[in-house]
Structure formats: C-alpha cells, structure tokens
Antibody
Framework: QVHLVQSGAEVRKPGASVKVSCQAS????????IYWVRQAPGQGLEWMGW????????NYAQKFQDRVTMTTNTSINTAYMELNRLKSEDTAVFYC???????????WGRGTQVTVS | DIQMTQSPPSLSASVGDRVTITCRAS??????LNWYQQKPGEAPKLLIY???ILQSGVPSRFSGRGSGTDFTLTISSLQPEDFATYYC?????????FGGGTKVEIK
C-alpha cells in the first residue's frame, strides 16, 4: 500500500527558508514522479511542480520558479521541497503526492503546515 | 497557462440528491482531467482520472463525463460522507492547474 509520510509543522520568519520532506513506501520510489501542492488557509489547491526521482529532473510552476527547489534521496525513498525567501503569503499546508495515471495525483501525504510569521 | 473554471463555487443539497459539478478548461485538454474530493483537515483524494475513469475503491455513485474543454462530475445519490469540497485539475500541460473548488454542503 502506498504511503507518504511528511515532516512536521514548521514556523519560520519572513525571508527564511523551509525544507519539507516526504518519505514514500509501498511502491518503487524511482518509478513515479512526486508532485508538490500548496494550500493556503481556506483556499484552493495550487500545483507547485514535480520531480522525477529517477533522473532528478524537475518542472516548477513559474510562480515558484525562483524560490523553490525539489530534490530526492533515493537511498531513503524521500523527496524534499525547499522554499526560500518566505513571505507571510506562504503560510499554508504543503502536500506531496505521487503521479498516477494520466498525470493525476494518485496518492497524497497528510500535509505539512508551514507558518510564516 | 490553462485556466480551469469550476461551477458552482458552492451548493447545498440533501442526502439522496443528484449533484452535478462542472469544470471548464480555457483550451482543450482532451481527456486529461482529474477530480478530487477534500474533507476539512484532510488531504485531497483522487476520485476520477482521465475524465471518466473511477479510481480504485471509489463508490460507483461518482461518475465523470466530458472531453475537450467541458467536464462534469456527478454524484448520483448524495451520501452523508460526500459533503466535502471537490476540485478538478487538468494534467494536459504544466502547470497542472486546479479549479477553484466546489463546496458541497448539507441543505
């Protein structure tokens, strides 16, 4: 069974960085892209980008292009999303998800709350 | 970027009602359209991918239709556990844009 375990809540000051982790189990980690999605309080879902754990290749949404870095450590089946130069508007829950059929986000982590204050 | 417009933003319905949510893409996305359900405090859950294919384990009262730019999600007989927010998402081209969501509330 696919399981994505995300790191715990974080509090950062404006201008700082945060790195969220997502450890996968139950499938071949290098076989499926990992997506990252942001959800601000009371708001909808916002796709941030993806990483291919097999090659390390990434594709970031233009909105986050200059502030986000997605990486993986295949030895421990873990993906990371680092967001720099944090703003108060980055206060949100950040989700990782595996890419499923037709590019869907098939399996989701429980989310990591990041508070910028 | 492709824009995804969902309607209505919210609706009130009763248990047993038939509910339909629409999603329109700003350009053709063929069948690269996914639907998710999100309950408060929980991660989204994939319901339907490729516009019409039910994800494993999803009840058959959920169904999806459409192709090109216009899509619908239908719940044939609303159940208490279906009260949630529903999102469409295109997976045709990056960024993989989500619709704004439709909150289904109890009447």
């Amino acid at each position: 069974q696919v399981h994505l375990v995300q790191s715990g809540a974080e509090v950062r000051k404006p201008g700082a960085s945060v790195k969220v982790s997502c450890q996968a189990s139950g499938y071949i980690f290098t076989g499926y892209y990992i997506y990252w999605v942001r959800q601000a309080p009371g708001q909808g879902l916002e796709w941030m980008g993806w990483i291919n754990p097999n090659t390390g290749g990434t594709n970031y949404a233009q909105k986050f292009q200059d502030r986000v870095t997605m990486t993986t450590n295949t030895s421990i089946n873990t993906a990371y999303m680092e967001l720099n130069r944090l703003k108060s508007e980055d206060t949100a829950v950040f989700y990782c998800a595996t890419r499923g059929p037709y590019g869907s986000a098939a399996w989701w982590g429980r989310g990591t709350q990041v508070t910028v204050s | 970027d492709i824009q995804m417009t969902q309607s209505p933003p919210s609706l009130s319905a009763s248990v047993g009602d038939r509910v339909t949510i629409t999603c329109r893409a700003s350009q053709t996305i063929t069948s690269f359209l996914n639907w998710y359900q999100q309950k408060p405090g929980e991660a989204p859950k994939l319901l339907i991918y490729a516009a019409t294919i039910l994800q494993s384990g999803v009840p058959s009262r959920f169904s999806g239709r459409g192709s090109g730019t216009d899509f619908t999600l239908t719940i044939s007989s609303l159940q208490p556990e279906d009260f949630a927010t529903y999102y469409c998402q295109e997976s045709y081209s990056v960024p993989l844009t989500f619709g704004g969501g439709t909150k289904v509330e109890i009447k």
